[in-house]
């Protein structure tokens, strides 16, 4: 005795499909093109660099470089505990947050002359090069030079 296949179509077969909506409005997706677009890599090696100029340096900074350092790592702190926190299905160890917030602190601090002001661009420093070690480690960079 062999078996016939069914005469009658299944059922799913006949199924059609409705049109797939996005869950997002027009203008959300447009926002969210121009930023990406807009996005730029972090300067790892200009970091890098700077952190180098700053920590290991004989000769620090003269004073008038210090204020755009110090705004540079601001800047650069800012992005990397945006990195080393926005992952949600990991939380950030204990150990990173205490390193954003105190980059936080110290960049808030106001900057006089002299000694004060290479001091607190030593003590931020410090904590980027923290910060950039724990985002290298665990998420990593492509940096912008890579093709």
């Known amino acids: 005795m062999t078996e016939t296949a069914p005469t009658a179509e299944h059922p799913l077969s006949q199924h059609v499909p409705e049109k797939h909506?996005?869950?997002g409005t027009?203008?959300?997706?447009a926002d969210l093109l121009k930023?990406?677009?807009?996005?730029?890599?972090l300067p790892i090696r200009e970091i890098v660099a700077t952190l180098d100029r700053v920590l290991e340096s004989p000769v620090p900074p003269p004073d008038?470089?210090?204020v755009y350092v110090h705004w540079q790592l601001r800047s650069w702190h800012e992005?990397?505990?945006r990195i080393a926190t926005?992952?949600?299905?990991f939380p950030p160890a204990e150990g990173v947050l205490l390193l954003v917030q105190r980059g936080m602190a110290i960049g808030e601090e106001p900057i006089g002359g002299g000694v004060q002001v290479l001091g607190i661009v030593r003590r931020l420093a410090s904590v980027v090069a923290d910060l950039l070690d724990h985002v290298m480690l665990f998420h990593p960079l492509r940096d912008e030079d890579d093709e």
Do not use: M
Request: hydrophobic share 35%.
């Open 21 to 23: 909506i996005p869950p």
């Open 26 to 29: 027009p203008e959300l997706y």
């Open 35 to 41: 930023r990406l677009r807009a996005w730029t890599p």
């Open 64 to 66: 008038r470089d210090l």
């Open 79 to 81: 992005r990397l505990g």
């Open 86 to 89: 926005a992952d949600r299905r």
